[in-house]
T-cell receptor, first 116, second 114 residues
Framework: GAVVSQHPSRVICKSGTSVKIECRSL??????MFWYRQFPKQSLMLMAT?????????EQGVEKDKFLINHASLTLSTLTVTSAHPEDSSFYIC????????????FGPGTRLTVT | GENVEQHPSTLSVQEGDSAVIKCTYS??????FPWYKQELGKGPQLIID?????GEKKDQRIAVTLNKTAKHFSLHITETQPEDSAVYFC?????????????FGTGTSLTVIP
């Protein structure tokens, strides 16, 4: 149980284009989803927290107009990187928790974004 | 806010030996402490967790201990195997509802030498 998927696993895009990453909870309803960014050999950096049906809460320093987050249903959240630039290249990971899992966060497998 | 420190940053052990990773936290309100294993190119996987009303928890070769007074908790892996090689992250959070922010340590890269 508690499986979270992400799609795509890898994406390469050209500078200036937008990329959408999907995060799905497969066997539970995720009332809250989290988006993280991870640089090589570093810890996870929380970007934003999203609750189903509400606007995401962004961490300080994260541009909400650049990283658009939508949590439209209890099983799906999306992160759209708009007008991507090479410095946006990173490993993006989502996690989810929800009813019956008051504390635990279950992570997706991550998405490797490369902007050329 | 919460500050979680993790040591060591790298750890090498011989296969069969034990490995110990330690974390300290600053916020006495933190009450849930998970440990995650992350393999290269993959997302973190929850391997064990402990809540503040418990001092120790064990799951086969993995155990976690918590000292609330000293504000530190540790991951113990016994009889290490090469497949235990990965980066391990500790985390701390507080609250009783979903959606609470996790504060992560900086990670420990564990290498088990066959």
């Amino acid at each position: 149980g508690a499986v979270v998927s992400q799609h795509p696993s890898r994406v390469i895009c050209k500078s200036g284009t937008s990329v959408k990453i999907e995060c799905r909870s497969l066997d539970f309803q995720a009332t809250t989803m989290f988006w993280y960014r991870q640089f090589p050999k570093q810890s996870l950096m929380l970007m934003a927290t999203s609750n189903e049906g509400s606007k995401a809460t962004y961490e300080q320093g994260v541009e909400k107009d650049k990283f658009l987050i939508n949590h439209a249903s209890l099983t799906l959240s999306t992160l759209t990187v708009t007008s991507a630039h090479p410095e946006d290249s990173s490993f993006y990971i989502c996690s989810a928790n929800g009813a019956g899992r008051a504390y635990e966060q279950y992570f997706g497998p991550g998405t490797r974004l490369t902007v050329t | 806010g919460e500050n979680v420190e993790q040591h060591p940053s790298t750890l090498s052990v011989q296969e069969g030996d034990s490995a110990v990773i330690k974390c300290t936290y600053s916020d006495s309100a933190s009450n849930y402490f998970p440990w995650y294993k992350q393999e290269l190119g993959k997302g973190p996987q929850l391997i064990i967790d402990i809540r503040s009303n418990v001092g120790e928890k064990k799951d086969q070769r993995i155990a976690v201990t918590l000292n609330k007074t000293a504000k530190h908790f540790s991951l113990h892996i016994t009889e290490t195997q090469p497949e235990d090689s990965a980066v391990y992250f500790c985390a701390a959070t507080s609250g009783t509802n979903t959606g609470n922010q996790f504060y992560f340590g900086t990670g420990t890269s564990l290498t088990v030498i066959p």
